[in-house]
């Protein structure tokens, strides 16, 4: 196998079933970051980032994680 | 084009690569986030993948207000995702973050020259390499988990198995153990097993961490998922994983993509036989967690 990338990679790649969380975990905090024009600067994405904390992670002495522990 | 005709679109930028004859067939066949057709601009040895996308949506107010519902966030980030998926096997891409939009390919060409010196090396260090993601989890649901309350076997089933009147002199009540008394003991019981059961998964992610690290050329540690979307189905895996558990370690790795399979089963087999821990490996990606320039700012946050 040499360094590119095979079929079955390229199919998975491609494949748009991946998982919104782990899409959401590399687009919003991965990615190069450039200024845009007239949109989101990088402090506004953080705070982008922040509010959607309030939907994918709200973890806080008030509303603590609905699990068995 | 008109001046108003140019006013009323903006430029979606989705990724930085190398203007290849490649590169120019595979954008012909992808659409993003507003089903535009993608193509390339270029400039020098640059290329930037993009869109255009009506200005209404994506003007900052509009734009903004669509992050922060959840459909439309998905739907941006699927749309993005797809283009740069559709890149990936073109070997190196670099996926730029969600919703950077342009006023026009002239400032896109602009930007790709300024910041070329910063481009040129990450393109050449994430060529032929893919990302995976490993995530670990506590499993509430093994067998062997102490806390698994359908456990015939377990501590829950034992209390509630003590015989009335067993002990009723000392407790001079109706039941063995006084309702408060057993949910108490339960409750040590189960949170001493989850305590053992996170310790458990802690050491296997470290061991996986080892094992990945041996074939991986980069890591980058992402915030552990958490809430609602964590919980979801499908939210987990492809595949829809099972649900539960805690997520105590959401990496990602950056590897050789003819190791690729290699680096996948050594995970999956450093996670193997593990009690009360189940572990996730998702991709390969393109390179999105380390697509990330030398400067301060665009670091990922230390976990």
Known sequence: ?????????????????????????????????????????????????????????PVDAEHPAPLPL | ?????????????????????????????LRGVADEQ??????????????PVPAEEFEEGALKAGLEELPRLEALARGHHGVVAGLAPLGAVLPLRLATVYRDEDRVRQVLQERRDQFLPLLERLAGHVEWGVKVYTDPTDPTDPTDPTDPTGSLASDAAVPAGATGGAMG??????????????????????????QTAARTAARIAEEAGCLAVGRVAHQPQRGELAQMPGGGTAGGGKPGGENIANDAYLVSADRAEEFRSRVLAAAEGQ?????????????????????PAARPEPV
Do not use: C, K, N
Request: hydrophobic content about 50%; glycine content about 8%.
């Open chain 2, 173 to 198: 009540g109706e039941e063995a153990l006084s309702p408060g008394r057993a949910y108490l003991a339960a409750r040590r019981r189960r949170r001493r097993g989850a305590e053992e059961a996170w």
């Open chain 2, 1 to 29: 084009m008109t001046e108003s005709a140019q006013r009323q679109h903006m430029v979606y930028a989705y990724a930085v690569l190398r203007p290849t004859p490649e590169a120019a067939r595979a954008v012909a066949v």
């Open chain 1, 1 to 57: 196998m040499s360094g590119a990338l095979d079929e079955e990679d390229a199919r998975a790649l491609a494949g748009r079933e991946v998982a919104l969380i782990d899409l959401l975990d590399r687009l919003l905090q991965g990615g190069v970051v450039l200024a845009g024009d007239l949109v989101l600067s990088i402090a506004d994405v953080d705070l982008v980032r922040i509010d959607l904390r309030a939907v994918i992670a």
């Open chain 2, 275 to 295: 009690p009360g821990v189940r572990v996730e490996v998702t991709g390969p990606w393109a390179p999105y967690s380390f697509a990330l320039p030398p400067e």
């Open chain 2, 38 to 51: 993608v193509g390339l601009v270029e400039t020098g040895d640059l290329a930037a993948a993009v869109g």
